[in-house]
């Protein structure tokens, strides 16, 4: 082989291999530029949705500004109710402690209704005793007097 010939076979395969790397990075380089753009379509899309967040957030920031206000106005209200509550509660307390002779008396209350329990009992046993002897008396005295009155005129 002449060089001629040599240098014609390397140009031939160098263009071959040429033809073959221009299938591969031809489209390669074009799949490279569209998905560039399309990253640069998605970063593009969320800054646009990160301004209307940051819009929104802005908007409703002062209502929660206010609302935070409202809500600190309402515990320190709380507090207040507390505190009162804790007064009320000590005041029970010492109210609770007078309460001991109270009991004490309830107690002297509670014999002295006993006893008069007893007595009344007591009572009851007498009035059924007369009630029983003044049965008997009728019986006694009832047959013969009314054999008497069968005797006056009236």
Do not use: C
């Amino acid at each position: 082989m002449s060089d001629q010939e040599g240098i014609t076979r390397l140009s031939e395969v160098f263009e071959t291999s040429a033809r073959r790397w221009e299938l591969i990075i031809y489209p390669s380089m074009f799949a490279f530029v569209v998905l560039a753009a399309y990253g640069f379509f998605l970063i593009y899309r969320l800054a646009g949705d990160m301004h209307y967040m940051v819009i929104s957030v802005d908007t409703h920031m002062s209502v929660l500004s206010s609302n935070m206000q409202s809500m600190s106005e309402n515990m320190g209200q709380m507090t207040t109710n507390i505190r009162t509550m804790t007064v009320s509660l000590d005041s029970m307390e010492h109210k609770m402690g007078t309460l001991q002779p109270i009991l004490a008396s309830m107690e002297s209350m509670d014999d002295s209704m006993k006893s008069l329990n007893a007595s009344t009992r007591a009572m009851t046993f007498a009035t059924q005793g007369m009630q029983q002897d003044m049965s008997r008396l009728n019986t006694n005295v009832g047959r013969p007097m009314s054999f008497m009155n069968s005797f006056m005129p009236w």
